[in-house]
């Protein structure tokens, strides 16, 4: 089956209905977790990323809550309970990323902002922000698709090994974004919500 995505942009803070609405829909790790940020305005992205999973997942999967959630060996989450179901999420200022297929998979999203040309060339020989954040999402979802954790990412990039595929993800305008899957599972349809839509 093919690899999908859900997308949303988040162009306003959350009323404090929502965000109760979406606390409830977490299981209870999760919804201490996001508790556990002091600043609320902080809390917007976990909460509509998490939101934004459980969507997908009614969607593909025809389940009607979210499974616990557990963290491997770098911190790779999963289901343990539906070991079948592969998932991969991201957030940054402004917009979530949620991908689901049935192999590993990683996904990332960022939001293009300013970067010292310096900054750009050490670490991944670029000149413009676009093309940095461009390299940022490939290295960040090919490291969250393997789970080996972030030092690996740290030392470059390295060609894509033999089964891997990586795709740019057109997603909003000033954003950057990336799935890195198996080769053989095709990249399907992108889903693109409103903070509105989402609830």
Known sequence: MAVELWTARLERPLTEREAAVMLALLPEERRA???????EERRREPLCAYTLLLLALRQRCGLRHLPEVAKGAYGKPFFPEHPE???????TGGAVLVGLGDAPLGVDIERIRPVSLRTMRRL??????????????RREARTKRTGTGVSTMMRGETP???????D?????PGYAAGVAAREKEPLGKLYAYSLEEML
């Open 33 to 39: 977790r996001v508790l556990a940020m002091k600043a």
């Open 85 to 91: 179901i592969h998932f991969n999420l991201s957030h």
């Open 124 to 137: 991944a020989g670029v000149d413009t922000e676009e093309a940095f954040f461009q390299c940022w999402v």
């Open 160 to 166: 894509l090994q033999p089964g891997e595929r990586y």
């Open 168 to 172: 740019e993800v057109r997603t909003f």
